[in-house]
């Protein structure tokens, strides 16, 4: 394509690779993949289009949260290396765009999933998107160091809303589930907040590390570490999986907490130096992916 | 390419893709329906 001349690029109409970016894909990925475990994990599945219409409004509802996320964001997105060249900041695209598509994409995945699925799935969608905006993002996010332990709920719900979008209930394995991401959640991002610090920082973000330190945030990772691997091997013991769960979850959890270690005892405080937390958060997105589809895997061998 | 060719390249991008949205939805609500038929909705 040719070099052009644009005087004011967010006048002109938004690129649909920006509204694509808006989305946050690469989350979107981790999101759809856990409630498409919970879907598969549920006692009963229901036809395959509604089970595939049930994973899109879930995709759908973490794109809206994303969009909303950097609607509200934008200001603060400037200020950060890490997340500069976002649409909203490097000015590609209106803030009211955004907003629009956001509040349009969450809107059309809570009525898509009432329509296809249930209106309890629809509702802990609704939930979940509402509460990743006005309680995470809007509430807790600019004012809290505990931000990510309470808005981690927000990013809980996939497999719960997929389970439920199966079989129309609540039951203990999806709530298990639930705390699994819940609790799962503080010490992944504080892994990625410490290495990424300076930026949160910057941005006058009150992220643990910043708020705390360094030292206190890596206690807080290997203390959150212990309840998360005790949630996740539960299953196996309260007899709601079988023993590839369970012995699966035993080996991912117990390396989980053997990599808190390296970051317990790292007195770095410079992003070069901080090899262990750059592994265990890489380690973490893993875990999770590993841990769901050993809960798949045991549920159809269990079949 | 000048602004206004920008534009319009944009518009005519954006409009295409909502095209093929939009077909790609009634599919998608004609197998729900008859999904839903399926099971005695």
Not at chain 1, 7 to 33: C, G
Not at chain 1, 34 to 59: K, Q
């Amino acid at each position: 394509m040719p070099a052009m001349e644009i005087p004011n690029a967010a006048a002109l109409p938004a690129d649909w690779r920006d509204l694509l970016a808006l989305t946050k894909p690469r989350v979107m990925s981790l999101v759809v993949f856990t409630g498409l475990c919970g879907l598969l994990a549920a006692p009963e599945l229901p036809p395959a289009v509604l089970g595939f219409t049930a994973i899109l409004c879930i995709a759908l509802g973490a794109g809206a949260c994303g969009a909303l996320n950097q609607w509200y964001e934008a200001d603060l997105d400037a200020k950060m290396r890490r997340t500069a060249k976002r649409p909203l900041p490097a000015g590609r695209m209106d803030r009211q765009t955004a907003l629009h598509f956001g509040v349009g994409l969450g809107a059309f995945s809570v009525i898509l999933m009432g329509l296809a699925a249930n209106w309890l799935a629809a509702g802990l969608l609704a939930v979940s998107i509402l509460f990743y905006v006005f309680v995470y993002t809007i509430w807790l996010k600019p004012r809290t160091a505990q931000n990510i332990v309470i808005g981690g709920a927000a990013g809980a719900f996939p497999p719960l809303i997929g389970w439920v979008a199966a079989t129309g209930q609540i039951a203990p394995l999806p709530l298990l589930l639930f705390a699994i991401i819940f609790l799962w959640t503080p010490p992944h991002f504080w892994a990625l907040s410490l290495f990424v610090r300076s930026d949160y920082a910057a941005a006058g973000i009150p992220m643990l590390p910043v708020v705390a330190g360094v030292q206190n945030t890596r206690r807080q990772i290997f203390i959150y570490s212990l309840p998360m691997a005790a949630v996740a091997v539960a299953p196996w013991p309260l007899g709601l999986t079988g023993p590839i769960y369970g012995l699966a979850a035993c080996a991912l959890s117990a390396a989980f907490v053997v990599l808190t270690l390296p970051v317990l005892s790292n007195r770095a405080s410079e992003p070069s130096r901080m090899a262990p937390e750059k592994r265990l958060f890489a380690y973490s997105v893993f875990y999770l992916f590993a841990l769901f589809t050993a809960l798949v895997v045991d549920r159809w061998i269990a079949l | 390419m000048n602004h206004e060719d920008e534009v319009v390249r944009r518009q005519r991008d954006r409009s295409r893709i909502m095209a093929w949205l939009l077909a790609a939805f009634v599919v998608l609500l004609f197998f729900i329906t008859i999904a839903k038929i399926g099971i005695n909705w």
